[in-house]
Structure formats: C-alpha cells, structure tokens
C-alpha cells in the first residue's frame, strides 16, 4: 500500500519528479564513502564502527527534498532521513541507505523501504563481502521490483588477475540471480574499485575510479529526456514487480480466510454445545422453581383433578368449568414473571460459558489473542443479552396464547373447556414444555412430576391428545428457535472482529487478476 501510494501513483503522474538514486550494500562495504565522492565532501559519516550509517542521508536540492518527501518518502519517519548539505544536482537526489545487513532491525527496515522508492539502485560491496547471502536476499527484490541496477564493487586486489577473477564471479553471481540484464535491455553495468583507491580525503575515493558511475549521476542530472526514459524504465520495472508482492497479500488474504473460518467455527461449535446443553436442562424441568410449581399447582385442584380424571376423560370435559369456577384466580402473571425470569437465568449462564469457553480459544490462536485482549467483556456473556431474551420471551408467550386461541376455536366443543381462559390454558401449554409426563405417573414423586401429569392430562381433556401435543411441540420449537437467535446475537460479537472469509477470498481474486491484466 504504501508502495502503491508513495511511488507508483506520484510517479505515473510525473515522470519529470526528481529521481531518486539508492546506494544500497552491508556493513562496511564503502557506501558512505561513495556517497562523500558523489557529494564531492564528507557528508556520510565512516569507521570501524558499524553500523555506520543509521539513518538514510539524502543529498538533494532543498525543491527536489521538499518533492521527494511528499511522495516516494512520504512513508518514511522524517528524523530517519537526514538533508545535507553537498553538491546536489537538480532532477537527481542520492540517497545512502543504512546497511542492509544491520543488526539493528529499524536499518534494515528503512534500507528496505527506499528499494521501494528509488528509481536506480547503486549496490555497493567489496571483493570479500559480495557473495553474502543477506545482500541478495535485498537484491533478489531489486530483481522483482525491476529497479534499474548498477553494480559497485570496491577494495579489488590489485593484482590484475585477481581483479578478472574476482569481477567475474561476481558477473556469475549476477547472471544465476538473472540480474546480469538492464531492464532497457542492455547488459548489467559492473564498476571494479581497487583496494586503497582513495582521493585527497581519506572518506572520499578518487572521482576517476568511479568514474562510470559519476559519468552516469552527471548525465542524468544534465539531460531531462534521460532522467525521463530512466523513470519510465523504473515504473514500468515497478509496475511488473508489484505482481509478486501482490501475489503474495493474496496468499496472506487467502490464509487469513482459512484462519478466520477456523476462528468462527471454534465460536460456532462452542455456542452449539451450549445450546444443546440448555435445551436438554428445560426439557428436564430441572430450572423451574418449586414454589412457582406449587402455585399452579393449587390452581388446578390436584385432588379434585385427579379424582375427575380416575373417573374417565368424558366426565372431565363436563366438569371442568364448574370446578375452575370455584378455584382461586389463576396465578398467571406470577407464574409467567418467574418463569421467564428463570428463563433467563439460565440461559445467560450457558451464554457466559460458551462466551469464556470461545474467547479462550481464541485467545491461544495468535491471530485472535490481541482481539480478545482489547475486549475483556468478551469473557462473559453480552450486557444487553438479557434485554433482548426478555423480549423475545414475550413474544414467545403471546404466540403461545394465539395458538392455544386458534386450535380451541378451531373445535366448537371445546368452547366449555376453553372458558378457562387462553392465558391460563397457555401457561399450562408453556409449563408442558419444560415438565412433561414422558411416562410419569400421578403418583409420580415430586412437585414437577405431579404438576407434568396434570398439565398433560387437562390439556388433553381440552384439547384431545393430537392437538394436545401439537401445542406443546410448536411452543417447544418457538421456545429453542428464541434462544438459538439469542445465542447467535451473542456469540456475534466474536464474528464482528473478524472479517468474512468470503470477502477474504474474493479480495485476492480480484487482486490475482488486476496483477494479472497488468502483466498482460
């Protein structure tokens, strides 16, 4: 990104900005002093103490430093780039690079930032250093990045022979890393500098060892058209070398999706074992509170029902009414109030286990642990979760009393029967939900199986066993459907901090192709 907007875009918009020439090379390879030889004075320090170079020392002209800064280095800190003070030439800025082979990890970061951004690269090395495998690692992304190259190599014995041998290995080096071509087409410029080659200043080499190299800087700074052609050639070589970069986000992108689906689906099945652990506990009953039994209990009459249902079904229908009229009045709205209110007891406390279960799941992935460590309320359960169940559950309990509604007026001889009231006859439809016979008895120990025998038997002498049932199951469904929603709102908070994976996928696809119709 950073290369896209500092380089490419400045540079496609004009190819008359100033270029900017990179003196890249490892410790103590002579940059600096090919730098001070450029400068024609010592303006980059040098010495037996490496590295030497820490931050980029840019010479230009105070206009081509303003321009520089405002695209091809705009990415870098400012105080890592040092303006001096020298013999600038105007359309040409030289930059002395830290040591691409620093221990310093910021070095290497900043020397590896300018190969972004320069338009010709001067690498620099010597006759003992110049087969190191670190320096091309660097020019290995010179290759990619299609920067035009020159090839600086100093302190050659002075034997003649040795010199041949030396420069031609290096020329070998070059052809195997397919760095011996010019990205114009003609044949890698190579510069031999023997050992001890120095001019007046023991910092500065004698301006006619360079001599190729000098004649080159001064040819550009003197001809526009050939500073021109050089940033055409260094786009271009860029334009080609995003590719691989390119290719690469889209294999992160693509890896990134694998990791986002293993993230959501440890959230997903984490959330689903405790869903099926909350349905199983409410179909057990076991989170009714026996008191809030017993009152409905009292409701119904125990022994007067019991008696009626010993006696035969047919006998039940017609005595329903009377017996309900000489009952206490139906404790519904307490028995609904508490119910619900279990209800979201319980179902907070799975939701806070599987909230603590994924968020330490993820915590042990890399990828996610800094996510989780930004959001402490992902351990628990989310603040608004109760609200939001609480609604729902009211919901669920006027859908209970519109089914109850339908069916009774759905058979003209239940209207008997339903003169118990819908709200009654659906908090006994709501109870059958969590204490149902499945083979109980009346004499069934216990309060929830004694209030299960009665509420199943009263609603099938309302209603008939069928509808009995379908009532129970519709209402059981409404139920789990409500707290499945309200699982997934919770376990939503873990997807939203990442990304889809589709979104992933489709991103390097189409980064694959744009790369693809520029190379074409």
């Given at each position: 990104?950073?290369?896209?907007?500092?380089?490419?875009?400045?540079?496609?918009?004009?190819?008359?900005?100033?270029?900017?020439?990179?003196?890249?090379?490892?410790?103590?390879?002579?940059?600096?002093?090919?730098?001070?030889?450029?400068?024609?004075?010592?303006?980059?320090?040098?010495?037996?103490?490496?590295?030497?170079?820490?931050?980029?020392?840019?010479?230009?002209?105070?206009?081509?430093?303003?321009?520089?800064?405002?695209?091809?280095?705009?990415?870098?800190?400012?105080?890592?780039?040092?303006?001096?003070?020298?013999?600038?030439?105007?359309?040409?800025?030289?930059?002395?690079?830290?040591?691409?082979?620093?221990?310093?990890?910021?070095?290497?970061?900043?020397?590896?930032?300018?190969?972004?951004?320069?338009?010709?690269?001067?690498?620099?090395?010597?006759?003992?250093?110049?087969?190191?495998?670190?320096?091309?690692?660097?020019?290995?992304?010179?290759?990619?990045?299609?920067?035009?190259?020159?090839?600086?190599v100093n302190r050659l014995p002075p034997d003649e022979r040795d010199r041949r041998a030396v420069i031609e290995d290096v020329q070998r080096l070059m052809r195997e890393g397919d760095l011996d071509a010019r990205a114009d087409g003609g044949r890698l410029e190579l510069v031999g500098v023997a050992e001890g080659d120095l001019g007046d200043s023991p910092e500065m080499l004698r301006p006619d060892a360079i001599a190729p190299v000098l004649g080159r800087i001064e040819e550009l700074a003197a001809d526009r058209e050939a500073?021109?052609?050089?940033?055409?050639?260094?786009?271009?070589?860029?334009?080609?070398?995003?590719?691989?970069?390119?290719?690469?986000?889209?294999?992160?992108?693509?890896?990134?999706?694998?990791?986002?689906?293993?993230?959501?689906?440890?959230?997903?099945?984490?959330?689903?074992?405790?869903?099926?652990?909350?349905?199983?506990?409410?179909?057990?009953?076991?989170?009714?509170?026996?008191?809030?039994?017993?009152?409905?209990?009292?409701?119904?009459?125990?022994?007067?029902?019991?008696?009626?249902?010993?006696?035969?079904?047919?006998?039940?229908?017609?005595?329903?009414?009377?017996?309900?009229?000489?009952?206490?009045?139906?404790?519904?709205?307490?028995?609904?109030?508490?119910?619900?209110?279990?209800?979201?007891?319980?179902?907070?406390?799975?939701?806070?286990?599987?909230?603590?279960?994924?968020?330490?799941?993820?915590?042990?992935?890399?990828?996610?642990?800094?996510?989780?460590?930004?959001?402490?309320?992902?351990?628990?359960?989310?603040?608004?979760?109760?609200?939001?169940?609480?609604?729902?559950?009211?919901?669920?309990?006027?859908?209970?009393?519109?089914?109850?509604?339908?069916?009774?007026?759905?058979?003209?001889?239940?209207?008997?029967?339903?003169?118990?009231?819908?709200?009654?006859?659906?908090?006994?439809?709501?109870?059958?939900?969590?204490?149902?016979?499945?083979?109980?008895?009346?004499?069934?120990?216990?309060?929830?199986?004694?209030?299960?025998?009665?509420?199943?038997?009263?609603?099938?002498?309302?209603?008939?066993?069928?509808?009995?049932?379908?009532?129970?199951?519709?209402?059981?469904?409404?139920?789990?459907?409500?707290?499945?929603?309200?699982?997934?709102?919770?376990?939503?908070?873990?997807?939203?901090?990442?990304?889809?994976?589709?979104?992933?996928?489709?991103?390097?696809?189409?980064?694959?192709?744009?790369?693809?119709?520029?190379?074409?």
């Amino acid at each position: 990104h950073d290369h896209v907007d500092s380089y490419l875009v400045p540079r496609a918009r004009s190819l008359d900005a100033p270029l900017l020439v990179l003196l890249l090379g490892p410790t103590g390879a002579g940059k600096s002093t090919l730098m001070n030889t450029l400068a024609g004075t010592a303006v980059s320090r040098t010495g037996v103490l490496r590295p030497t170079t820490r931050e980029a020392v840019l010479l230009a002209t105070p206009e081509d430093a303003e321009l520089l800064r405002l695209g091809p280095l705009m990415a870098l800190p400012p105080a890592r780039v040092v303006a001096v003070s020298g013999r600038p030439r105007p359309g040409v800025a030289i930059v002395d690079a830290p040591d691409i082979d620093s221990v310093e990890h910021d070095n290497r970061a900043l020397a590896d930032a300018l190969v972004e951004a320069a338009d010709l690269c001067l690498f620099v090395t010597t006759a003992t250093r110049y087969a190191d495998r670190v320096p091309w690692d660097v020019l290995h992304r010179v290759r990619e990045r299609g920067l035009p190259l020159m090839v600086v190599v100093n302190r050659l014995p002075p034997d003649e022979r040795d010199r041949r041998a030396v420069i031609e290995d290096v020329q070998r080096l070059m052809r195997e890393g397919d760095l011996d071509a010019r990205a114009d087409g003609g044949r890698l410029e190579l510069v031999g500098v023997a050992e001890g080659d120095l001019g007046d200043s023991p910092e500065m080499l004698r301006p006619d060892a360079i001599a190729p190299v000098l004649g080159r800087i001064e040819e550009l700074a003197a001809d526009r058209e050939a500073r021109r052609e050089l940033a055409a050639l260094a786009l271009r070589g860029a334009l080609t070398g995003v590719g691989p970069l390119v290719h690469r986000v889209a294999d992160d992108l693509e890896h990134e999706a694998i990791d986002v689906d293993a993230l959501r689906r440890i959230a997903e099945n984490t959330y689903a074992e405790e869903q099926r652990a909350l349905e199983d506990e409410l179909r057990g009953g076991r989170f009714l509170r026996e008191e809030v039994l017993r009152q409905w209990q009292a409701f119904v009459g125990a022994d007067q029902v019991t008696r009626l249902f010993a006696s035969g079904i047919g006998r039940v229908r017609g005595a329903l009414l009377a017996m309900f009229r000489g009952t206490p009045p139906a404790p519904i709205a307490v028995v609904e109030e508490q119910t619900t209110r279990d209800l979201v007891a319980v179902t907070l406390a799975h939701a806070g286990d599987a909230a603590r279960r994924t968020a330490a799941s993820w915590q042990a992935e890399p990828f996610a642990a800094p996510l989780v460590a930004e959001d402490p309320s992902l351990w628990s359960a989310s603040p608004d979760l109760a609200l939001t169940l609480e609604n729902r559950l009211q919901e669920w309990l006027g859908s209970i009393a519109a089914d109850v509604s339908a069916t009774a007026a759905s058979k003209a001889r239940l209207a008997r029967g339903a003169s118990l009231g819908i709200n009654a006859a659906g908090v006994t439809v709501m109870l059958s939900v969590f204490a149902h016979t499945g083979g109980l008895t009346g004499a069934e120990v216990g309060v929830a199986g004694a209030t299960a025998f009665l509420n199943q038997k009263l609603l099938e002498a309302l209603f008939g066993e069928a509808s009995m049932r379908e009532l129970i199951e519709g209402a059981r469904r409404g139920l789990f459907t409500a707290l499945e929603a309200t699982l997934a709102d919770d376990r939503a908070r873990f997807e939203r901090l990442v990304p889809a994976s589709s979104e992933l996928r489709e991103l390097a696809a189409e980064l694959r192709a744009t790369v693809t119709g520029i190379a074409a």
